[in-house]
């Protein structure tokens, strides 16, 4: 464990020297303001007589007497919490195949939310408490594509369908930060900041997102094998190889948990502009971003 | 950890963040690195790596030796009952299936008979719900069950058992007995008394 003082040391050596560009003035002390206006003078802007003026206005809410909005307004269980609980937009595998079929999505390379999100069709609003798609099941049974796909939620029907036609699914956790980034990689690479790290779920999800049965980018490589045995005895196909197949490199693509663009690390800093690419050198940087 | 050259990960590969599960959640017993992997799976699938053996039926269907056709489905339900082909019909030939053993074969066709065709085919269909994938797998199941059931041995009894089933009928035959010996004496002391009986 660093000791303060071998903080300190560190601290000294690696920070620039003092100078007037990166030193800040304590602030001073604010003093309360004292309402003094020229203006406001006579009635105080309280008006003439009433109650405004004589200070018995009633509590807020109060409509005269009749049943007030708050209290006529009843509560609907249902809605408990729903500010706090995440939501994860439904895309139907009908859909998606129509996106496919139409060629708004490429299926040469994986597809994420990035392509879904780029089609223009398919809408995440972090404001709402959007999470990711929920591909549903409409449209399993006729869904015919070799894709590897990246959901954020989806069901046991849903990864057959797509396992059977010879594709894989993930199951991935996006944090509201970098969510954003992912939905409009445009707009976050012109703002010129570091690629952020991607969090861990939260503890509810972690169960979901550590399981092989629904694909999660957490679980293990072996359990997910095993389990994708299991649900081809389940629904009667024919498991297809996947190393056999010739396209198997794209389809055995998976980001690293804290990464959040495919062939981009995070930390690194993309120059639009220039068309650069900045990558950290130093080891604290390094170290942060791979933890 | 090793940071690889191209950066996205590859399946069975080194992951370069310490986001695993062995950092997070080392103590789960489902994580830990020595650990097998855990399946349990109640549909009782393997491996097909793992041998069939001859004697004894795992759950293992090989789906490629099953013939699946589809049909549109009865009930209610509109346009749509009408038009899709949820019904699903699976078929194989039970004397020559190779992934079911010998001595229940017979068995198998003696509880299904009424699924069975002269030829020897075993027909199964579903059209229990809206969707064929679902039908699909409903089938698998009731095959599944159904070779389970003909595979199933009847339970001999334990030892135990038939220390009790013996202890059981003994006592009840002492208990006959007795009431015999008692109805008789009923019967003899109804009659006249003999010169010389006391």
């Not at chain 1, 708050?70 to 500010?83: A, D, G, R, S, V």
């Amino acid at each position: 464990m660093a000791s303060t003082r071998d903080t300190a040391q560190r601290l000294i050596r690696s920070l620039p020297r003092v100078a007037l560009h990166n030193i800040k003035s304590v602030q001073p002390k604010t003093r309360k303001k004292v309402r003094r206006s020229f203006a406001k003078g006579k009635t105080h802007g309280r008006g003439h007589k009433g109650q405004g003026q004589h200070m018995t206005l009633p509590r807020l809410g109060f409509e005269g007497g009749n049943t007030p909005f708050y209290l006529m307004i009843p509560k609907e269980p249902y809605y408990q919490n729903h500010h706090l609980r995440r939501q994860y937009p439904p895309l139907t595998m009908l859909s998606l195949q129509r996106f496919i079929d139409l060629g708004r999505v490429d299926t040469s390379i994986p597809i994420d939310l990035t392509q879904l999100c780029n089609t223009g069709l398919f809408n995440v609003n972090i404001d709402r408490k959007h999470f990711g798609v929920n591909l549903t099941e409409e449209g399993a049974d006729i869904f015919a594509a070799k894709i590897n796909l990246e959901v954020q939620w989806t069901t046991e029907l849903v990864i057959a369908a797509v396992e059977r036609n010879g594709g894989t699914v993930t199951t991935r956790y996006y944090d509201p930060k970098s969510l954003r980034a992912l939905i409009d990689p445009l707009h976050f690479f012109k703002r010129s900041t570091a690629i952020p790290r991607c969090r861990l779920p939260p503890q509810d999800a972690l169960e979901y997102y550590s399981s092989a049965s629904n694909r999660g980018y957490l679980a293990k490589e072996e359990d997910i094998e095993v389990e994708r045995q299991r649900l081809a005895q389940k629904y009667g196909y024919v498991l297809p190889d996947l190393h056999a197949d010739p396209g198997s490199t794209m389809l055995k693509m998976r980001k690293d948990p804290g990464q959040l663009f495919y062939g981009l690390e995070p930390g690194w800093v993309v120059n639009l502009k220039d068309r650069l690419v900045l990558k950290p050198k130093s080891p604290e940087h390094l170290e942060f971003y791979a933890s | 950890m090793q940071r690889m050259t191209s950066v996205c990960r590859r399946l069975s590969s080194q992951v370069w963040s310490s986001l695993t599960m062995q950092t997070i959640a080392p103590n789960l017993s489902a994580f830990a690195a020595s650990s097998s992997t855990t399946c349990k799976s109640t549909d009782a699938a393997e491996p097909k790596e793992e041998a069939q053996t001859t004697q004894q039926f795992s759950g293992h269907i090989p789906v490629e030796e099953l013939e699946f056709s589809y049909s549109r489905s009865s009930g209610p339900g509109g346009q749509n009952v009408n038009k899709v082909s949820t019904k699903v019909e699976v078929r194989f030939h039970v004397p020559s299936a190779s992934w079911i053993p010998q001595d229940i074969k017979s068995k198998l066709i003696e509880l299904e008979h009424n699924r069975v065709t002269k030829e020897g085919y075993l027909v199964l269909t579903s059209d229990k719900t809206r969707k064929q994938m679902l039908n699909q797998a409903d089938v698998m199941d009731k095959l599944r069950s159904i070779v389970f059931k003909a595979a199933a041995k009847p339970r001999g009894l334990t030892d135990q058992e038939i220390q009790l089933r013996d202890k059981r009928l003994a006592k009840s035959k002492e208990e006959t007995l007795r009431e015999k010996r008692q109805r008789s004496m009923k019967k003899q002391s109804r009659g006249s008394p003999s010169v010389g009986s006391v």
